[in-house]
Every structure is written in C-alpha cells, then in structure tokens.
C-alpha cells in the first residue's frame, strides 16, 4: 500500500491525493508538515508530498509521484494513449505550474500574515502570469476537459494550481485571473462538483486551523531573540 506523506492544506499534496482516488487505488496518510524532522527523514529536500511503498521506495516531486502512479497503475488511465497527446496534457501542467503555481505562491506569505505584498512582487507577478495567460489560452480546451473529451491529469493539475492564483491573485492583486482565461471559471465549477474533490475540499477545510498554527510556529521561531 502506498502512504501519502504531507498534509491536507497542501495543493501539492491534493494533486497526488486526487489522483490516487481517482485510480481508486488503496493508500493511507501520513499527517507531516514541511521542513520538520521526520518529513527529512523521509524526504531529504523536505518538501511536501512524498509517498512511499510497501517496497521501501520513497518518492518526492508531486509531477514525479503522479508519473509513477499512471505508470504502475495504469488500469485508469490519467494520460490519453496517443504520445501527441500526452505532451500536450504534460505541457498544460507545466505552464500551469510555471507561470501560475509559482508566481502566485511567492504572495502567500502576505495572504496569510494579512498584510500588502510590496509593490515590486505585485508587479513581478503579474508579469509572470501574464505570460501564462495566453499559452493556457492557446492550450486549454474545455470539450469538456481541459485538454480535449478525456479527463486527464491535466484537470486535477490545474484545479489544485487555480486554488493557490485564486487565493493569492485575488487578494494581493485585486485581479479575477481565471476570468481571463475563457471557459476556465465553467470548468472550475464542474471540477469543484466532483465527489473527490468535494471530499479534498473538506479535508483540507479541516486542517487549516492546525496548518496556520504550525506556520505562525515556525514564524515565531525564525524570528530574532
């Protein structure tokens, strides 16, 4: 069985976890936050998801993590068979990841101490994804997914990047980034209708009081004595 280590808050982690109920396959969960010992016990950089297996093998990277998955467990597949097709899904992944996840997440930190980003980050940002824009544009389908009629691992990808933009763009940029992209905020209401999703949803609602307490925490301890 496979054991997702991370924690709820996390999109990251919600990208492999979706993915795992999606291929309904079984896993459990391993409640650890970024940065502490034990997650460097398991995972060198640290960094949240990894997952290990029955076998001992511990993996890092969420886009590795999400390969490994579809390949070991292919009998729901999350990547169209075609080779064309598949480096289309990967592509829409990246940019997603580049020129939205990215820039976005370097304003949490001002979303949640509540505070204005200065002004030179705001723009820099909004430089960032304003190049993503028009390759999603370009790349995204919408018929009724994202990259075309099959659901791919595109759609969980950008649903879990679209919730960090949604909360930081909005906030700290005072822009409705996905209105840009048309046929983006539709899709994003059949995505959030999923049970999966709705089961995510609810799990990570569950564990932000204890995240936010465990980063006021690691504030409070990187601050001067």
Excluded at 112 to 129: C, I, M, Y
Excluded at 150 to 171: G, L, P, Q, R, W
Aim: glycine content about 4%; some cysteine.
């Amino acid at each position: 069985m496979i054991t997702l280590h991370g924690f709820p808050a996390s999109n990251y982690y919600n990208i492999v976890k979706h993915a795992l109920l999606y291929k309904a396959l079984p896993f459990q969960e391993n409640l650890i936050y970024a940065g502490s010992d034990a997650l460097l016990s398991i995972n060198p950089v640290g960094k949240v998801p990894a997952i290990t297996t029955d076998e001992g093998m511990t993996l890092s990277e969420s886009s590795v993590i999400c390969d490994f998955i579809e390949e070991t467990y292919p009998a729901i597949p999350l990547y169209p068979k075609s080779a064309t097709e598949r480096a289309i899904v990967r592509q829409i992944m990246k940019i997603a990841e580049l020129y939205f996840e990215l820039p976005s997440r370097r304003l949490i930190p001002y979303v949640f101490s509540g505070t204005n980003a200065p002004d030179a980050v705001k723009e820099e940002v909004r430089q960032v994804l304003t190049r993503g824009i028009p390759a999603l544009n370009r790349l995204c389908q919408f018929s009724p997914w994202i990259a075309g009629k099959e659901f791919t691992m595109a759609d969980i990808y950008m649903h879990y990047v679209n919730v960090v933009v949604k909360a930081c763009a909005s906030t700290q940029l005072d822009w409705d980034v996905l209105a840009e992209i048309p046929g983006m905020k539709e899709w994003s209401d059949t995505m959030r209708q999923s049970d999966i999703a709705q089961k995510i949803e609810a799990d990570r609602l569950a564990n932000m009081p204890e995240f936010m307490t465990h980063v006021k925490a690691q504030i409070q301890a990187a601050q001067p004595k």
